[in-house]
Structures are given as structure tokens and as C-alpha cells.
């Protein structure tokens, strides 16, 4: 049984991951995506810098204190922090249910637009991310 589990969790890991090219990103590059502010008690994402994919749905903003803030509205939203680690953001936040951890990549070698890498409920998921006010 143990096997059967782990070659479907194998097939369904590399058929998300398959699908995007994942690209390391430098601080050069993280510098664009972070607001240059630490993290207000309520972020206004319509004038902070974000990114959202909006069929998830999921926004997340980086804030130059480290911390993130994030809006999943089938859920709820948070905050936690961020940290730039062999080329990759990436994102830790506690909730009530589940620990919260993401990994941001660039989606192409100049990082014009992002990509996140996490496991939710049904799995591994990768989801290409449009920017909002970068």
C-alpha cells in the first residue's frame, strides 16, 4: 500500500512540476516584487505590490521586514514570513488548520512574472502568478 502511495504521489509531483520550468530568482530580481515598507497592520492590496492568481484564488504581498501577507478568499488571509534561500522566496506562515509553505520561482530567466510551489489538499500544485502594481 505504502508503495501504490508514494508512485502516485511521484506521478502527480512530476506531472504539476512538468507543466512550468521553474527558474531561480536573485535579490536583484526579489527587490521588484517587495514593497519598500514593512508590513502595515492592514495591507491595502489594491496600491501594494502583490502577486494574485485569481482562478486558485491566492494574492500575496512581500513587505521588506521579512513578512508576507496573503488573501485566500475560500479561506481566509494571514500574514507570515519570507526569506530568499538558494534561489528561491520562500514563505512559511502557522495557521489554525495547516502550516502554510510556499516557494516563489521566477516564471522565465528574467523573472517578469512569478511562479508558486505548494501542496495543498489535492497535492502538489504549481500556479503561474500575474503582478499587481509592479
Request: charge should be positive; include cysteine.
Given at each position: 500500500?505504502?508503495?501504490?502511495?508514494?508512485?502516485?504521489?511521484?506521478?502527480?509531483?512530476?506531472?504539476?512540476?512538468?507543466?512550468s520550468k521553474l527558474?531561480?530568482?536573485?535579490?536583484?530580481?526579489?527587490?521588484?516584487?517587495?514593497?519598500?515598507?514593512?508590513?502595515?497592520?492592514?495591507?491595502?492590496?489594491?496600491?501594494?505590490?502583490?502577486?494574485?492568481?485569481?482562478?486558485?484564488?491566492?494574492?500575496?504581498?512581500?513587505?521588506?521586514?521579512?513578512?508576507?501577507?496573503?488573501?485566500?478568499?475560500?479561506?481566509?488571509?494571514?500574514?507570515?514570513?519570507?526569506?530568499?534561500?538558494?534561489?528561491?522566496?520562500?514563505?512559511?506562515?502557522?495557521?489554525?488548520?495547516f502550516d502554510m509553505?510556499?516557494?516563489?520561482?521566477?516564471a522565465d530567466e528574467?523573472?517578469?512574472?512569478?511562479?508558486?510551489?505548494?501542496?495543498?489538499?489535492?497535492?502538489?500544485?504549481?500556479?503561474?502568478?500575474?503582478?499587481?502594481?509592479?
Amino acid at each position: 500500500m505504502k508503495i501504490i502511495f508514494l508512485i502516485l504521489f511521484l506521478a502527480v509531483s512530476c506531472g504539476q512540476q512538468g507543466k512550468s520550468k521553474l527558474h531561480t530568482v536573485t535579490q536583484e530580481v526579489v527587490t521588484k516584487y517587495v514593497n519598500e515598507k514593512a508590513m502595515p497592520a492592514t495591507p491595502n492590496l489594491t496600491i501594494d505590490k502583490s502577486i494574485v492568481n485569481t482562478s486558485y484564488p491566492i494574492q500575496i504581498a512581500l513587505y521588506n521586514d521579512g513578512r508576507f501577507y496573503y488573501d485566500l478568499p475560500r479561506l481566509d488571509d494571514g500574514y507570515g514570513t519570507w526569506k530568499l534561500s538558494k534561489g528561491k522566496i520562500e514563505l512559511r506562515a502557522k495557521r489554525d488548520l495547516f502550516d502554510m509553505y510556499i516557494e516563489i520561482y521566477g516564471a522565465d530567466e528574467k523573472a517578469e512574472s512569478m511562479l508558486i510551489q505548494f501542496t495543498d489538499r489535492f497535492g502538489p500544485n504549481t500556479l503561474r502568478m500575474s503582478n499587481v502594481n509592479i
